[in-house]
C-alpha cells in the first residue's frame, strides 16, 4: 500500500515563503514522477509542478519562478518550496506520484496515488 504524508502547509503574510514536504511509503519511486497540486472549493484540482523520473521540473506558469519543486530519490521525499507567496495562492495542495509515468505529469488524471493534502493560507 502507497502512502504519501504532506506537511509544511500553513498560515504566511504575502510575501512570505513555505516549504512542503511529501513523504512517500510502501514502493519506489526512483522511475516515477513526483507532483504537487493545489485546489480551492468550487474548482478543480490544478497542476502546480511535477518532478519527472527523468529529473525535469515543470511548473504552471502562475507560480514559475516563485515556487521550486525537488525530490530526493532516498528518502523518496518531494519537496516545494515556495517564495514570494500571494494570497491567490492560498489553497489546499496535493503531492502526487505517476508510476510508470504516463506523460508529462501536468494532469491529474496521469497520477495513481495521492496524499491528504495540506492547506496553505496567504493573508494579504
Known amino acids: 500500500q502507497v502512502q504519501l504524508v504532506e506537511s509544511g502547509g500553513g498560515l504566511v503574510q504575502a510575501g512570505g515563503s513555505l516549504r512542503l514536504s511529501c513523504a512517500a511509503s510502501?514502493?519506489?519511486?526512483?522511475?516515477?514522477?513526483m507532483g504537487w497540486f493545489r485546489q480551492t472549493p468550487g474548482k478543480e484540482r490544478e497542476f502546480v509542478a511535477a518532478f519527472t523520473w527523468s529529473t525535469s521540473t515543470l511548473y504552471a506558469d502562475s507560480v514559475k519562478g516563485r515556487f521550486t519543486i525537488s525530490r530526493d530519490n532516498a528518502k523518496n521525499t518531494v519537496y516545494l518550496q515556495m517564495n514570494s507567496l500571494k494570497p491567490e495562492d492560498t489553497a489546499v495542495y496535493y503531492c502526487?506520484?505517476?508510476?510508470?509515468?504516463?506523460?508529462?505529469?501536468?494532469?491529474?488524471?496521469?497520477?495513481?496515488?495521492w496524499g491528504q493534502g495540506t492547506q496553505v493560507t496567504v493573508s494579504s
Open positions: 502526487a506520484v505517476s508510476q510508470p509515468p504516463t506523460g508529462w505529469g501536468t494532469t491529474s488524471k496521469e497520477y495513481d496515488y
Open positions: 510502501g514502493r519506489t519511486f526512483s522511475i516515477s514522477t
